[in-house]
């Protein structure tokens, strides 16, 4: 029986409502909601030149609708997004994720146990979380294993051990289950793993530090070295998560969609400390922007059962129907969240981030477009064959201290990071980038082994001077012949996308247009060749610094010296630090902390 449109539209409610669009087989083509089932249903029908190609092709398909009525709108969101879950819809934006979340688990027990949990919380105890992925809690508990040796093994384990395991052989645990080690001794260790969960990383931090000046007076020397390298394990680790809260928890999700490719990117916040980071990539998103994205995200993501809902969620986008949103969280949840997207400061930083881990979440996803860019390279080039490794050397110093060259690789797949090299460029003038360069490259080609494999192009982040002396360098090998040699010169006024190719054998640059896909591979190469020697050249520099640098800074005197070393662990840790953590120093004002972070960031 033919499916009469104008009747079924002419009997349509004007309630809320969610309605469901069938084919011939009675499968299931789409589930929507609408606060207006008979104006929204109605639009579908409507046909204009605005309508995209998708909802034309699910039109055609339609030979049933079914609606539900609901009271309010927000009944008809929670709805929507049960016969979603449900029916699965391929004309749906879906989430791919329907699964309980985990959490790091610590047990109600004298001699507590640290794990993995997921599912109901059936077992007495604290639990910490939810983690986006399972490897964000396997990492996590690998780390708190190695700070504070806490045992992992079931309860019924421990019970039955007569001698230690090999977690105690490696020390990474006590060994609580053969009595090497009293109740009290262990608290310890559970209170500041507890702390450091909590995001109070630096209050463990101060206790150990007390412990240690401690043990050091009492000339126990073994135990105060032990506190010494868990205090640096966790400087460590601080200086990678400084997030913080300003409050509640916080949801940060961003959302890029490029090519019929959507990624909604997720970084979790919780108890002060930035818990991980998951991407995910929603299907039927071909032709939807942004907002329709996160529109279909954030209910179906939220309104799960076992989800846990923050305070507040950071959004790149504000999605539709935001006050149906938070109603349908707040009467399925029981939980009142915001919804921000105009954030300043630290939540800007979030968000940010957030976004640039989109984009290199999608990029990841379409591996196909290296191979496009690296065969518009070969196009461009007039390459006869698709070039197996090129090679990009950069200098990197500070007016000529620490003068360090960088050689990143890239094959047919990629960065081929385990064959980057670093160059520590010694007896040359300072500030000679034309001696370095040809020092560089004289030690990566005057010693070649038979199996050493050549570059087919090798890019040189300079202009006609630095591709004069890379040809002088491979003539004087006899390799000149075998080696394509290009210049990427700084464009006018040095704008990223005006760069120039400069060539040996060509008086004349090659432009590319600002669009071109070899261009924006050989940037790429560019930009990670000058990354790796940055990052070097700043290593190597830390090396030669001494103590007495920071009391070069005024204001800067040995008291607050020692207070910042004290504080940081040592000077390098200084030397790393933002100006919102030097200011957070006892002493350290902000003026003073922005002056310490310009001085040190600047020799």
Known sequence: MTFDVKTFLANLSTKPGVYQMFDTSNTVLYVGKAKNLKKRVSSYFNASASQSLKTKTLVEQIANIEVTVTHTETEALILENNFIKQHQPRYNILLRDDKSYPYIFLSNHPFPRLGYHRGAKKSKGRYFGPYPHVSAVRESLELLNKLFPI???????????????????????????????????????????????????????????????????????????????????????????????????????????????????????????????????????????????????????????????????????????????????????????????????????????????????????????????????????????????????????????????????????????????????????????????????????????????????????????????????????????????????KGMDRKAGLEKLVFPDINAPLVLPKDSPALHLILHIRDESHRFALIGHQGRRAKVKTTSVLEQIEGVGAKRRKALIKHFGGLQGVSRAGVDELAKVQGISRSLAQRIYDYLNSH
Not at 177 to 201: M, N, P, W
Not at 254 to 267: K, R
Not at 401 to 414: I, L, P, R, Y
């Open 151 to 489: 045992r992992q093994c079931k309860d019924v384990e421990f019970r039955h051990r007569s001698r230690p395991c090999l977690q105690y052989q490696i020390k990474r645990c006590t060994a609580p289950c053969v009595g090497l080690i009293d109740e009290q001794t262990y608290r310890q260790d559970v209170e500041h793993a507890v702390l450091f969960l909590q995001g109070k990383s630096q209050q463990v931090v101060e206790q150990l530090m007390a412990k240690m000046e401690q043990a050091a007076q009492n000339l126990n020397f073994e135990q105060a070295a032990k506190y010494r390298d868990q205090i640096a394990a966790l400087r460590s680790i601080q200086e990678q998560q400084y997030m913080t809260t300003e409050g509640g928890d916080v949801d940060i999700v961003a959302c890029i969609s490029e090519q019929n490719i959507g990624c909604v990117q997720l970084l979790s916040v919780r108890d002060g400390r930035h818990i991980g980071s998951q991407a995910f990539f929603p299907k039927h998103t071909q032709g939807m922007d942004e907002i329709a994205i996160l529109s279909a995200f954030l209910p179906q993501y939220y309104l799960a059962t076992h989800r846990d809902i923050p305070d507040e969620m950071v959004l790149s986008h504000m999605p539709n129907d935001t006050n149906t949103l938070i109603s349908a969280i707040k009467e399925q949840c029981q939980k009142q969240v915001k919804l921000s997207t105009n954030v300043r400061t630290t939540r800007a930083k979030w968000l940010d981030m957030a976004v640039e881990n989109a984009k290199q979440s999608l990029l990841q996803r379409k591996p196909s477009q290296y191979r496009e860019r690296l065969a518009n390279l070969c196009h461009v080039l007039r390459l006869e064959t698709m070039p197996q490794r090129m090679e990009c050397f950069d200098i990197s110093h500070s007016q000529g201290e620490a003068t360090t060259a960088s050689c990143v690789v890239f094959d047919q797949e990629g960065a081929a990071h385990s064959a980057y090299r670093r160059f520590n460029i010694e007896g040359v003038p300072k500030a000679d980038d034309y001696a370095a360069m040809q020092q560089a490259l004289t030690r990566r080609f005057a010693k070649l082994k038979p199996d050493s494999i050549l570059p087919d192009i090798l890019f040189i982040d300079g202009g006609k001077g630095q591709v004069k002396i890379a040809y002088q360098v491979l003539e004087k090998l006899d390799l000149h012949h075998k080696i394509k040699i290009i210049g990427v010169s």
